[in-house]
């Protein structure tokens, strides 16, 4: 297996490093996936247990300036690495202005993700910092848990309020119960319920907009954790910075 990469564009490198706090937000430990044309950063927690799954595709030539792999073998032509998201984002943390990046698979006494970072310093002479991140190739009969998930066909399409202010309401209401009934139609209506022994409070979003469907169900009630529901919020406000 082999696998270097580098990144010269600012943007890209801003871009990509973004991805890494957010992913490090999310998780302690997640799957980064290299492939020939993609890199995916993989949550395969059980969300019926509380976990985040998450699969997030970057196109490796919109990021990279240049990108070599070699996966296990011709059939199966991929790498999978097991890490610590905090890890790779301390370490893309001191690429800010950085003239490069270059990120390559090492052999340390231990498999790593060396990233060497190219500085600039006062004199304007270059001065290069490495990062050797440990991480732990999973073996090929495991890739079957570490694939896309399916989404299901939505029952009812909505246009979420402004992401700020519902994540706001959604910490409030986790003061009065752990989980939260959602409701949704086609008339761009989303409430947000929580129900107790004690107490029912209810929160109203309207005209807020339903992208075209097939032929969707007029209305869709579901539970979900407070928790998971933040979660969620946090990660569509890191998305909405990152296509600005």
């Not at 890739?143 to 399916?150: I, S």
Request: charged share 25%; hydrophobic share 45%; glycine share 2%.
């Amino acid at each position: 297996m082999k696998f270097r990469a580098k990144l010269v564009d600012a943007a890209c490198l801003n871009n990509f490093t973004r991805v890494s706090n957010m992913i490090a937000k999310l998780a302690k430990t997640c799957t980064l996936r290299i492939s020939p044309d993609k890199l995916n950063f993989v949550l395969s927690d059980k969300v019926a247990n509380g976990g985040v799954s998450m699969w997030c595709e970057l196109e490796q030539e919109n990021f990279f300036s240049e990108f070599q792999m070699e996966g296990v073998s011709a059939e199966n032509n991929a790498i999978y690495l097991e890490l610590t998201s905090e890890n790779l984002s301390r370490a893309l943390k001191t690429a800010q202005n950085a003239r490069a990046l270059k990120i390559k698979l090492t052999n340390k006494h231990f498999p790593c993700l060396t990233v060497s970072v190219d500085l600039l310093s006062v004199s304007s002479s270059s001065r290069v910092v490495t990062h050797d991140i440990p991480v732990k190739v999973i073996p090929r009969k495991l890739w079957k848990d570490l694939q896309e998930p399916t989404v299901p066909d939505a029952d009812v399409s909505i246009y979420l309020p402004v992401l700020k202010t519902m994540k706001s309401i959604v910490e409030k209401m986790k003061n009065i119960s752990n989980h939260l009934i959602i409701e949704a139609n086609l008339n761009g209506e989303l409430n947000l319920k929580i129900e107790t022994e004690l107490v029912c409070v209810t929160t109203h979003f309207k005209d807020l907009g339903n992208p075209p469907l097939g032929l969707p169900k007029l209305c869709w009630k579901n539970v979900v954790e407070v928790d998971i529901l933040i979660l969620f919020l946090i990660l569509e406000e890191m998305l909405s910075a990152f296509h600005r």
